[in-house]
């Protein structure tokens, strides 16, 4: 096992509402969820003594978090960073932690991605001026610019290669709703999709309809960190830190620019599947519960894949006989996360996958705080029986890839 | 008929990695990086270095005569640039030139907007290249079409 692993564990959950419609600011909302996490953990304001928060310069940082809520901290780092940032920053955060360079760390995402900067770079106010640039995946001159023009790429060609069909599409999306209609924070709360909603919904990039891809939103979700030996007296069990993979890369740049020509959908994942499972100690079989970074229906398949969870093009049939579904073979995106939760890019699923692992995932059930679960999917529950290990996989591009192990038990 | 792009709404000015590759366009010239130490070539223009060799600092250029095979494509819907509102739906593709190849023997892949609409256009569909002025200085940008000879196994995006 890793030198790092069961060293830290996260301690404290928190969001905001996920908002359609705007009105507060990345500060407003930022403070709220790093508010609500710590106080989540059981620990004091004053207690948090290093911040970490990634972003696409459309959000405010961790200094300005800092101030106002009257914190002084010794660490402080804003990066760069789209998905897969939240998987990356929890291996900075044990290291940082375990070598007790700090004490108690936020994670946080603070962003407006409906009513501000939207991926690709729409605006709220319409469509941009842009400026015509060649490569590197921001192609404006032959109007390719937004996730779901660029992974649909690598969509299409999936599907070509491996039979792929839509209604294998569907069923990811279908399987994350039927999550998020358990989930009272979900902006599908309830409102189950069917096979018909999904195939007469219209068309965004073909391959992908609209319920292929993620709910843009103004949201912001935290996390707190901390080192083992203090994660037992606080207000939750903890999720220990097992170990993960932090922004990996493929050897193949966008669109094999390089030498190798593998699959443009060959997920990074492929890269950093042995180093996750190894430095955690835990083979895929101990894994009771998953999520796989969906902005769209397509990057769950080839992360599982690539993950080895199952073989390359065998996916879309896993999800499609229901194995992803609560109570199925390995339950995934618990929350409904990206498709049909919210879009945090990426870190209300390792939020969830804290819950889960507490035994207290925020449902219908009346003493969910206290861990007591009815496990009547009618009547509400979301919470998983088995919940000792869990695996997040973040998704940055297809040559991009972060995850994560959380365990009820330090030693995995 | 090919999908009206309004280049008036995208700004011209390529930076210093790609300077070279906009300016050849202006005599009708598709040009792909080229290695100077090594056999590599390779897409996009402002990806400097070779990933063979590590070779940054002179890397040259090949003239791609512009035909190739359709590797994968999307058919964008919902417009989000400015340039492209009137183009929807419009057939962004990935093509694998005939005639350039990478260290490993690879055929090269580019980008391009394809004309036809897709009860057309698939996989291992044959396209070719031509240059569509777009901006006042004369650079231009390539456009594909589908070549007149197709193979039997051009693969569609598959129903509903």
């Known amino acids: 096992m890793g030198a790092l692993t069961g060293k830290t564990a996260i301690v404290g959950v928190g969001e905001t509402t996920y908002y359609r419609d705007g009105g507060r600011t990345t500060l407003s909302l930022g403070l709220e969820a790093i508010s609500n996490a710590v106080r989540d953990a059981g620990l004091k304001l004053t207690d948090i003594d290093a911040m970490t928060s990634y972003q696409g310069n459309d959000s405010h940082g961790s200094n300005e978090m800092a101030q106002s809520l009257g914190m002084r901290l010794n660490y402080s780092l804003d990066i760069a960073g789209g998905g897969s940032s939240t998987e990356a920053l929890v291996a900075h955060a044990a290291g940082l932690l375990s070598g007790g360079y700090v004490n108690a760390m936020v994670i946080f995402r603070s962003m407006r991605g409906r009513t501000g900067r939207r991926p690709g770079g729409q605006v709220a106010s319409g469509p941009a001026q842009a400026l015509a640039v060649v490569g590197h995946g921001e192609d404006q001159y032959i109007g390719v610019t937004t996730p779901a023009q660029r992974f649909g790429l690598a969509c299409m060609r999936y599907m070509h290669d491996f039979g792929v069909t839509t209604k294998q599409l569907a069923a990811v999306a279908l399987t994350h709703r039927y999550h998020a209609t358990l989930n009272p924070k979900a902006f599908f709360y309830k409102r189950p999709l069917t096979m018909e909603d999904y195939m007469e919904a219209r068309w965004v990039s073909k391959p992908f309809r609209l319920f292929d891809c993620c709910l843009e939103m103004d949201v912001a979700v935290a996390l707190v960190l901390v080192r083992a030996e203090r994660a037992y007296d606080l207000r939750h069990p903890p999720a220990f830190v097992l170990g993960g993979t932090a922004r990996t890369m493929s050897e193949s740049p966008y669109y094999n620019a390089g030498r190798r020509h593998t699959p443009i959908y060959h997920h990074a994942s492929n890269w950093g599947r042995d180093r996750v499972f190894g430095m955690s100690g835990i083979t895929r079989g101990d894994i009771n519960v998953a999520s796989f970074y969906d902005a769209f229906t397509f990057t769950p398949l080839v992360q599982m894949e690539g993950y080895g969870f199952v073989q390359p093009g065998e996916a879309g049939s896993w999800y499609e006989e229901g194995r992803g579904r609560l109570d199925a073979e390995l339950p995934v995106n618990t929350s409904g996360s990206h498709l049909s939760e919210g879009y945090s890019h990426g870190i209300q699923m390792v939020a969830e996958m804290t819950r889960q692992l507490r035994g207290r995932a925020d449902d219908a059930c009346p003493q969910w705080e206290k861990g007591i679960h009815t496990f009547d999917r009618d009547a509400g529950c979301r919470q998983t029986k088995k919940h000792d290990v869990g695996f997040c996989a973040g998704w940055g591009t297809p040559q991009t890839s972060s995850s994560l192990v959380l365990s009820r038990r330090s030693g995995g | ?160």
């Open chain 2, 1 to 160: 008929m090919p999908p009206k792009i309004d280049w008036s709404k995208l700004s011209f000015q390529p930076d210093y990695d790609a300077q070279e590759w906009w300016d050849a366009t202006k005599e009708s010239k598709l040009l792909v990086r080229s290695c100077t130490k090594c056999a590599n070539k390779w897409w996009p223009p402002n990806v400097i270095g070779c990933a063979n060799c590590g070779n940054f600092q002179d890397t040259g250029w090949v003239e791609s005569k512009g035909s190739g095979v359709v590797h994968s494509f999307i058919v964008v819907h919902q417009p989000i640039l400015a340039a492209f509102m009137e183009a929807v739906p419009y057939i962004p593709a990935i093509i694998e030139l005939d005639d350039v190849e990478n260290s490993d023997g690879n055929k090269v892949r580019l980008q391009g907007v394809l004309d036809e609409d897709d009860t057309k256009v698939g996989i291992n569909a044959r396209v070719e290249m031509y240059f569509e002025q777009a901006s006042e200085d004369g650079k231009q940008v390539p456009r594909w079409r589908l070549s007149a000879q197709q193979p039997d196994n051009v693969w569609k995006f598959p129903g509903p």
